[in-house]
């Protein structure tokens, strides 16, 4: 059988999560897109999916196998779409998905974006959990940390930290910070997202890696309402810098261990391996490259 059939025939079940959906996405029949997965173990002597009569999942070295398939299958698109699209115009619609608190540093790109492609319509949604991008549809993510599926490309816009920070009340009412351990016995607010789960990693002043476990009465998943709560005076947070930058040159929120830097993360588009990344979709996220670059200040207070 053909081999580049196969492979796009063993990407589509593993995507898809079957050989039914594989099928229509495909459209071929079942059977074939059996065959080719099939034709394909046999030339490879190993077996790349487990089948059962509820669910199909890779293997082990299925596993490895689809993350070399898939970024081949996405290079020669991207490379076929390169050729077709040099002179192509934006046009159609563009669905974005955002974390709610970095909106306000997108928003100007989607302006610029509206204005220069006025054949272009574009859907900005929000939320703090991830998005199944294929499911619901979207044709790029921004994200503050690097998502865990490897069937996804992502292009890193910008670094950010974020700050440990807490209120001047909270710092009348309670004794100086000495070291990174002592915040074990404080209360601090935790981001449902943070990708270290209890864990804050910093780097000293000597660039080795330093690290507390925390706990304390407010976990959340919006960045927002961890912000809320540090103004309060009730406990510290590690908060997103950009989120919290004019809190504290306005002096209402101060920095605490400074001598300790959160580490450091990426602001992030990510989109489908095997999405077809048209003109509208290469448009927008080269746009977001140039405006990151230009405010990467605004992003990382430490920069």
């Known amino acids: 059988m053909d081999r580049f059939a196969s492979l796009t025939a063993f990407a589509g079940v593993v995507e898809t999560g079957g ?3 594989a099928a229509r996405r495909l459209n071929m029949s079942t059977t074939m897109v059996s065959n080719h997965v099939q034709a394909l173990e046999d030339r490879l002597g190993v077996r790349l999916l487990n089948r059962t009569t509820r669910k199909v999942s890779l293997t082990e070295i299925g596993k490895a196998y689809y993350d070399r398939t898939a970024q081949i299958l996405a290079d020669l698109e991207q490379a076929d779409d390169i050729a077709s699209a040099l002179h192509a115009t934006p046009r159609g619609t563009l669905r974005v998905h955002s974390a709610t608190h970095i909106v306000p540093f997108i928003a100007p790109v989607v302006a610029h974006f509206l204005s220069s492609y006025p054949d272009v319509k574009v859907e900005l949604m929000m939320g703090e959990t991830s998005v199944d991008l294929i499911e619901e549809g979207f044709d790029v993510a921004l994200r503050l ?8 490309i992502v292009r890193s816009l910008a670094t950010w930290r974020h700050v440990l920070c807490c209120s001047p009340g909270y710092t009348e009412k309670h004794e100086p910070l000495q070291t990174l351990d002592e915040l074990s016995a404080r209360n601090c607010f935790r981001h449902a997202n943070y990708p270290f789960g209890t864990e804050w990693r910093f ?3 000597d ?4 690290s507390v476990r925390v706990s304390g009465n407010l976990v959340s998943s919006s960045g927002e309402a961890l912000r809320r709560a540090a103004l ?3 406990g ?6 950009f989120l919290v930058r004019d809190d504290l040159e306005a002096g209402r929120l101060v920095r605490l261990l400074p001598e300790y830097r959160p580490v450091e993360m990426s602001m ?3 989109y489908p391996h095997r999405h077809h990344l048209s003109a509208k979709v290469r448009a927008f996220i080269d746009m977001l490259v140039r405006h990151s670059a230009e405010h990467q200040k605004l992003i990382d207070p430490y920069a």
Do not use: Q, Y
């Open 19 to 21: 050989f039914s959906a």
């Open 145 to 152: 940390t690097t998502p865990p599926d490897s069937s996804l």
């Open 203 to 205: 780097v000293d002043r």
């Open 207 to 210: 660039g080795h890696p330093a």
């Open 232 to 234: 309060e005076g009730v």
């Open 236 to 241: 510290i947070a590690l908060a997103a810098g």
């Open 268 to 270: 992030n588009a990510v």
